[in-house]
């Protein structure tokens, strides 16, 4: 079955620190894979989306970069946080039982001070 | 536009009777799939029922449907018999190709609360 995992959990951060979040999936090969932003309260905003290895596409203009060396792996960076940066940030990819479904990790919650 | 609104910041019912939850959305996509999420406290984000644009009758999962209403752009999620456990916020989600990618667009939720 397929599994998808982030890290860290959660995450403290002084302003201007650079930022790495690891995304990775298993049990799938070749994912559709997606981050996405949640701010306190709200819902969930696109930020990056991936069809394959080095193909990153960008949703909205911000502080934030994506990577996928791998297949199976995408990372969210930044070189200097801001505090706008703080929220729950959730990988993605799609697939599964019903039709272009999407299934979610744990997520990582991030403080940005 | 939004391509999904939810405008309900916040709903209560009481246990064991039925909620819906409103959704409306916006696409030229005609092919294009609907989704609710749950998402409790721990922040995970659980798929609850999905509906495709050419499906034809209502989509039901268990205690939940959905009740599709296309002309008027509208998928909202009916709970039935609701459950303490239900309370937690719901989103409302849409699925459409732009790119030739599949993209998907999140509601603002609606935070249920399930009073016994």
């Known amino acids: 079955s397929q599994t998808i995992h982030q890290w860290p959990a959660t995450l403290v951060q002084p302003v201007g620190s650079p930022l790495s979040l690891e995304c990775t999936v298993e049990g799938t090969s070749n994912p559709n894979l997606y981050w996405y932003r949640q701010a306190a309260g709200r819902g969930l905003q696109l930020l990056f989306y991936s069809v394959g290895i080095g193909q990153i596409s960008s949703e909205v203009p911000q502080n934030l970069s994506a990577s996928r060396p791998q297949d199976r792996q995408f990372i969210l960076s930044s070189k200097k946080l801001l505090l706008s940066d703080s929220g729950f940030y959730l990988c993605?990819?799609?697939?599964?039982?019903?039709?272009?479904?999407?299934?979610f990790g744990p997520g990582t919650r991030l403080t940005v001070l | 536009a939004q391509k999904i609104t939810q405008t309900q910041p916040g709903m209560f019912v009481q246990e064991k009777e039925a909620v819906t939850l409103d959704c409306t959305y916006d696409t030229s996509d005609p092919s294009y799939g609907l989704f609710w999420y749950k998402q409790p406290s721990s922040g995970e984000m659980i798929f609850l029922i999905y509906?495709?644009?050419?499906?034809?009758q209502n989509a039901t999962e268990g205690r939940y449907s959905l009740n599709f209403q296309k002309a008027r752009k509208s998928a909202n999620l009916v709970i039935s018999a609701s459950q303490l456990g239900d309370s937690a916020m719901y989103f409302c989600?849409?699925?459409?190709?732009?790119?030739?990618?599949?993209?998907?667009?999140f509601g603002s939720g609606t935070k249920l609360n399930v009073k016994p």
């Open positions: 989600a849409m699925r459409e190709k732009s790119d030739n990618f599949n993209k998907f667009y």
């Open positions: 993605a990819w799609m697939g599964g039982r019903v039709d272009h479904e999407q299934f």
């Open positions: 509906q495709g644009s050419y499906d034809q």
